[in-house]
């Protein structure tokens, strides 16, 4: 009986690691909080969805600027890694959801979107 109910923990740990996991891949949208940790880590690429205007006028550091608007939006997306997470913001969320849902269907593994997008970001 205890051995039945220790294989029972076990399954159900590792069940819920795995969904921790799928959790963190696909189309996610995060708070400012939580986009500014995930700047510290080491393997990611962080877009600029917004016009040149608007990148040129400040930025969140290490973004590269992809206006989703433009005509080659899909073709210099697709210049990126698919595998690494990718962080997007846009002004305020729209262009950046309208962004990721390409990138998700573009096959995007991870792709993290700002909440209220830059202009809620508090270091510019």
């Known amino acids: 009986m205890r051995t039945l109910l220790f294989i029972g923990v076990l399954l159900m740990a590792s069940c819920s690691e795995s969904q921790e996991k799928e959790d963190q ?4 949208i995060v708070t400012t909080m939580e986009f ?4 510290s880590e080491s393997d990611i690429q962080i877009v600029d969805v917004r016009k040149a205007v608007e990148f040129s006028q400040g930025t969140i550091k290490g973004a590269i600027n992809i206006d989703v608007l433009s005509s080659d939006f899909r073709a210099k997306i697709e210049e ?6 990718t ?3 846009c002004k305020s969320g729209g262009r950046s959801g309208r962004a990721g849902a390409m990138m998700e ?17 508090p270091r510019k």
Do not use: N
């Not at 990126?80 to 997470?85: A, G, P, R, T």
């Open 36 to 39: 500014e940790e995930m700047l």
């Open 87 to 89: 962080l997007i913001f």
């Open 25 to 28: 891949a696909g189309y996610q």
């Open 80 to 85: 990126l890694d698919k595998s690494k997470k």
């Open 105 to 121: 269907k573009m096959g995007f593994e991870t792709i993290v979107d700002l909440s209220g997008g830059y202009a809620g970001w």
